[in-house]
Nanobody, 126 residues
């Protein structure tokens, strides 16, 4: 059974930082591309970042987070990370970790995400 369990969400002040983690199990983590997606009532699901498997290792970011967010992975520990800096109020959301189907043609397309975790909440407020 595929499981993705996110953690690390918190309430932080604008300008603050967080590290989100996603523990994966039930599949060969190192062989799959992974992504972070966030959800808000007003914007729905918004793709944030993706990272290729060990075969490529490329990373991709939405324009909204480029330069502030960093996606990474530890294949030995089967954990996906999202390091967030310079948080803004508009970053407040429920953040999901997700697994792509094998060899996605578009790393920004959330329709190509096969499994999702339950999410971890980030709230940016002073």
């Amino acid at each position: 059974e595929v499981r993705l369990v996110e953690s690390g969400g918190d309430m932080v002040q604008p300008g603050g930082s967080l590290r989100l983690s996603c523990a994966a199990s039930g599949f060969i983590f190192s062989e799959y591309d992974m992504a972070w997606v966030r959800q808000t009532p007003g914007r729905g699901n918004e793709w944030v970042a993706s990272i290729e498997s060990r075969r490529g290792g490329r990373t991709f970011y939405s324009e909204a987070v480029k330069g502030r967010f960093t996606i990474s992975r530890d294949d030995a520990s089967r954990v996906l990370f999202l390091d967030i800096t310079n948080l803004r109020r508009e970053d407040s959301a429920l953040y999901f970790c997700a697994k792509f189907y094998r060899d996605p043609v578009d790393h920004t397309d959330t329709n190509l995400l096969e499994y999702w975790g339950r999410g971890t909440r980030v709230t940016v407020s002073s």
